[in-house]
């Protein structure tokens, strides 16, 4: 089963670290915000709003694809993100309709990685779930600083920042555009308690110091020091280069119409007209009955065949293929219908049915499993002793015989 791998790398206060390490995310409830970007590149991005929806990601994940989303039309537009599951069965895709780059970004050919940043608007609007969910950009008005680390032989500069760390797994390939998130404590105006809550401080844009084993082979970067897998290893050449999102708040909000306050406050909720709280709640009862749902398929298989008796009844088979009802409308005028059965309308019940052009189908009164045994009294097929127990306590047409 293909899983989607979500690389979501969490800068935590007084710790610069990836928490989930290039793993598999195997629930999408730690990470509503993040969004697939599969066309034009395979990349991540982050949620901001709903209605519209827009998602904030790496301006190279869309700047080069050569055709705006403008340029195809609504059936053939081949840009599109996934969202809501980590299995790729169950993720919903929606079209991109439109992005904009930062305009520093490439100007007159000169690309500014400072600037790696862009805004993609989604064709449809989401609903808000516990596995959709928005976002807040940490401001710089946010009154706790963020931790720093020296990183040696890069030039220092406002729009980026830097992670480093000796741990062995790092951003892939794929993880362009993924946010870089700090979790915080601020105080919830509706219950008047503490919360952690996720901010989005950074963008992925490049990955320095690694190297890919073969060119034609994507895979995770290798860092150019042999020894870096090693534990005693007391350096880490690789560096992943993170723009700024506190300094591209004026930009994001200009772009998106939201106001700079509320990409930033965590308690803001963004227009989302298609949806409220119960189609959040009524889409996960859905997944979750359809995962039950495949369950119970996979364990009546193992069960034998007893189990499909209520289903394959063969008087219901019978009757459902010989009975004729027509729907007659009444002469008033309502919107019921009468049914009226032919009074040469043939069932079991009156044995006027003509002889079949088919062969007869031997199959067990009871379960409906194939079956050669044969009741001397009606004259009914069984397969072994218990349904011919059942059928002799509950259906046996001793007249017929």
């Known amino acids: 089963m293909m899983k989607l791998i979500l690389t979501i790398l969490l800068y935590i206060l007084n710790v610069v670290s990836g928490i989930q390490y290039g793993t598999n995310v195997l629930n999408i409830n730690q990470y509503p915000f993040y969004i697939m970007i599969g066309n034009p590149h395979i990349c991540g991005g982050t949620l901001l ?52 780059v930062h305009p520093l970004y490439n100007v007159s050919g000169t690309v500014n990685m400072n600037y790696d940043v862009a805004i993609v608007q989604l064709a449809t609007p989401l609903k808000k779930s516990d596995r959709v969910k928005r976002v807040p950009l940490w401001s710089p008005t946010i009154a706790r600083p963020l ?33 870089l998130v700090v979790y915080d404590t601020v105080l919830d105006p509706v219950t008047h308690k503490n ?130 009802l027509y729907k007659k409308k009444s002469k008033k005028k309502t919107n019921f219908f009468t049914i009226k059965k032919p009074v040469t309308a043939h069932c079991y019940q009156t044995c006027q049915v003509t002889p079949s052009i088919y062969p007869a189908r031997r199959f067990c009164s009871v379960c409906g499993f194939i079956s050669d045994y044969k009741c001397l009294k009606c004259g009914m097929k069984y397969c072994s002793t218990k349904c011919l127990s059942t059928h002799t306590e509950t259906r046996c047409l001793k007249w017929t015989a």
């Open 147 to 179: 931790p720093t680390r020296d990183i040696t032989k890069f030039e220092p500069t406002s729009n980026v920042e830097a992670r480093s760390d000796t741990e062995q797994h790092i951003a892939c390939h794929g993880d362009s555009g993924s946010p």
């Open 49 to 100: 709003s709903y209605d519209p929806p827009f998602v904030l990601t790496a301006a190279h994940c869309v700047a080069d694809s050569g055709l705006q989303p403008s340029n195809f039309t609504k059936e053939k537009n081949p840009y599109f993100v996934n969202y809501y599951d980590v299995h790729r069965e169950n993720q919903k895709s929606v079209s991109i309709i439109n992005w904009t």
């Open 195 to 324: 919360v952690t809550v996720p901010f989005v401080v950074g963008n992925l844009a490049r990955i320095f110091g690694a190297h890919d084993e073969s060119p034609t082979k994507l895979t995770c970067p290798i860092p150019h020091q042999i020894n870096h897998h090693s534990l005693n290893s007391s350096q880490n050449t690789v560096y992943e280069s993170f723009c700024n999102t506190a300094t591209m708040l004026d930009w994001i909000s200009d772009t998106t119409d939201i106001p700079v306050d509320s990409l930033s406050d965590p308690f803001y909720s963004p227009p989302c007209t298609s949806c409220s709280k119960k189609d959040g709640a009524d889409e996960e009862a859905v997944l979750n009955n359809n995962n039950k749902k495949k369950g119970l398929r996979k364990s009546r298989g193992q069960r034998g065949h007893n189990i499909y008796s209520t289903k394959t009844n063969l008087n219901s088979l019978l009757e459902e293929s010989v009975s004729f």
